[in-house]
């Protein structure tokens, strides 16, 4: 298999796993636990597994600097994002939330070429335009918002582009399974000390403790992981556009678990967004596009 596609097949099943991921917790929610609750499970017992994983397959754990890096990122990058985005979710509906979430490819290309100085291609500057436009029209007209709620969900899509962005650097060289490991026991360090500090309640249900099982293994351990894999083989303008799969896939999935409809508008934002990944996924790499 092509590293490109063997690229793509990644970053979509990352996109799958982070797709998912919001029914389940909406299981988790239900049973009357809250985001740092989940959060601390989540991430702890990501921690765990990814590290064990990594040592069945002999993935070397960073050290020195590339370990501070990873450790930064973990314990500030993604705590950042994940609490700006929980809390925006307080001060404005969730459609809205996700909608300014996914303002972060758009980011990734253009932090990629200030800071990275990647050039971007026409078609994935293109791919950007149409697949968030697919992205508005799939997560359905929102209604309301305050401007902290709207200032938070755009600071978490800006904190998670900084993240893919630095990431791209600071794991160069590392096994994903390795670099995850670090990434998401850094965060789950910090959002343990925030649960032991606000008492925060856990699952009380064998239904909600197999939804967070769910969170745990599909949308953090897969996810992450095959996220990581892919931005090593593709690159973080890429890997960030094919990640717009991921709001498709929770509006189907809830369909389908939760039993909600889907407008013909939605359909027709899922097949924007569809076909912004094929196309991008069908584009050869830059090199290859210079090259006479």
């Known amino acids: 298999m092509r590293p490109r596609t063997l690229g793509v097949l990644l970053a979509l099943a990352s996109s799958i796993g982070f797709g998912v991921m919001p029914v389940l917790t909406k ?3 239900d049973d009357g636990v809250g985001p740092v609750g989940v959060l601390s499970v989540r991430f702890s017992v990501a921690a765990v597994l990814l590290l064990a994983l990594a040592r069945l397959r002999g993935e070397r754990l960073p050290r020195g600097r590339s370990l501070r890096k990873l450790a930064l990122l973990g314990g500030i990058g993604y705590v950042v994002e994940s609490l700006c985005y929980f809390a925006a979710l307080t001060r ?3 459609g809205l939330t996700a909608l300014l979430l996914y303002v972060y490819p758009a980011l990734v290309v253009v932090l990629s070429a200030v800071l990275l100085r990647h050039r971007p291609r026409r078609v994935a500057v293109l791919c950007v335009a149409v697949a968030s436009i697919g992205t508005a029209l799939t997560i359905g007209p929102v209604a309301g918002g305050q401007a902290v709620g709207v200032l938070l969900g755009l600071g978490a899509a800006a904190s998670y582009a900084i993240y893919i962005v630095l990431s791209s650097t600071a794991a160069h060289g590392i096994g994903p399974l390795a670099t995850s490991a670090i990434v998401m026991a850094a965060c789950g360090l910090v959002y343990d000390a925030l649960a032991l500090a606000t008492r925060a309640p856990l699952p009380s249900s064998a239904a909600a403790w197999t939804a967070l099982a769910g969170v745990t293994v599909l949308g953090t351990v897969v996810a992450v992981a ?10 973080p ?3 960030a556009v094919l990640s717009t799969m991921e709001p498709v896939v929770s509006v189907g999935v809830a369909a389908v678990a939760l039993g909600e409809t889907l407008s013909p508008v939605q359909l027709v934002g899922g097949a924007l967004v569809v076909g912004a990944v094929i196309v ?3 584009t050869p790499p830059l090199r290859a596009l210079e090259e006479p």
């Open 226 to 235: 095959a996220f990581f894999a892919a931005l090593a083989l593709l690159g």
């Open 92 to 94: 404005i509906s969730a």
């Open 280 to 282: 991008l996924a069908r």
């Open 237 to 239: 303008s890429d890997t």
């Open 27 to 29: 299981v988790v929610y």
